[in-house]
């Protein structure tokens, strides 16, 4: 049993701070990119920020300089550290990791989603 488990959503004022946290349990043998999507109602899933195996990093235009990705390759888990949050960054964080389980195919796999609720 592979799965994501995401932590530390809430609700913060406008200004405000968190940090997401993305942790793989179960048989992992390998894990390449990682990455946080957000999806608010009615609207697309996007991608906030991803990070390869190797550290480089990727961020979305509106989240630039705010949000930092970063990974503990250790613990097998990934993190989001969001300053200066807005109320557009408002959805459902989700987090994303591709792969290996055991077999010799890399699959991809998503958590179950933190709530991000930003106050004005």
């Known amino acids: 049993q592979v799965q994501l488990v995401e932590s530390g959503g809430g609700l913060v004022q406008a200004g405000g701070s968190l940090r997401l946290s993305c942790a793989a349990s179960?048989?992992?043998?390998?894990?390449?990119?990682m990455g946080w999507y957000r999806q608010a109602p009615g609207k697309q899933r996007e991608v906030v920020a991803s990070?390869?195996?190797?550290?480089?990093?990727s961020y979305a235009d509106s989240v630039k300089d705010r949000f930092t990705i970063s990974r503990d390759n250790a613990k097998n888990t990934v993190y989001l550290q969001m300053n200066s949050l807005k109320p557009e960054d408002t959805a459902v964080y989700y987090c994303?990791?591709?792969?290996?389980?055991?077999?010799?195919?890399?699959?991809?796999?998503w958590g179950q989603g933190t709530q991000v609720t930003v106050s004005s």
């Open positions: 994303n990791a591709d792969m290996m389980t055991g077999t010799v195919t890399w699959r991809n796999y």
């Open positions: 179960g048989r992992i043998f390998s894990i390449n990119a």
């Open positions: 990070i390869t195996s190797g550290g480089s990093t």
